[in-house]
T-cell receptor
């Protein structure tokens, strides 16, 4: 099955600086890579995703890059703000013998924005 | 608000109790999921339903019993749980299975005493 590794587990950056979170995956059949943001007391919220037919996607201050050959993808947040403080999860679609199933998640990165 | 609601938000139950978690999605999606989120562990996929049919049971113990009466509702029936089952249980939905965005509910915080 799919295995997703995420680093770092905790990331502290100064407000206004950039933050980068990295993930690797094991199943070359995976084609969909979403990123979720989870704030305290809430469920994960999709912030950006990328599919295997593109190498990069950007949405305002957030960007995601994908390297299918190396099987890794990254989340980039620029000009960080206090409201960016949260736990971020990467994920990859998973497959069993019968076809696509749910998502396999990384362990999460606790992003702390220092004022 | 993601369009996925879960009740109750918090639940405390003893090991001999029977309780149920409820999830409802208002997005017109066809697939629904149960995930377990424990401290310091990744979200774990438990069950997947597509058009009311269960397509995945990720080796979940039988003390967890899912039910999907229609594409908008998903239940998780709980009985004779163990303290290690204490966790946040998250429901999600998506248009289909595979390359579709999943939208999560706020979760039910379950404590087993």
């Amino acid at each position: 099955g799919e295995n997703v590794e995420q680093h770092p587990s905790t990331l502290s950056v100064q407000e206004g600086d950039s933050a980068v979170i990295k993930c690797t995956y094991s199943d070359s059949a995976s084609n969909y890579f979403p990123w979720y943001k989870q704030e305290l007391g809430k469920g994960p919220q999709l912030i950006i995703d990328i599919r295997s037919n593109v190498g990069e996607k950007k949405d305002q201050r957030i960007a995601v890059t994908l390297n299918k050959t190396a099987k890794h993808f990254s989340l980039h947040i620029t000009e960080t703000q206090p409201e960016d403080s949260a736990v971020y999860f990467c994920a990859a679609d998973m497959y069993s013998g019968g076809g696509a199933d749910g998502l396999t998640f990384g362990k999460g990165t606790h992003l702390i924005i220092q004022p | 608000e993601t369009g996925v609601t879960q009740t109750p938000r918090h639940l405390v139950m003893g090991m001999t109790n029977k309780k149920s978690l409820k999830c409802e999605q208002h997005l017109g999606h066809n697939a629904m999921y149960w995930y377990k989120q424990s401290a310091k562990k990744p979200l774990e996929l438990m069950f997947v339903y597509n058009f009311k049919e269960q397509t995945e049971n990720n080796s979940v113990p039988s003390r967890f019993s899912p039910e999907c009466p229609n594409s908008s509702h998903l239940f998780l029936h709980l009985h004779t749980l163990q303290p290690e089952d204490s966790a946040l249980y998250l429901c999600a939905s998506s248009q289909g299975i595979g390359l579709y965005e999943q939208y999560f509910g706020p979760g039910t915080r379950l404590t087993v005493t």
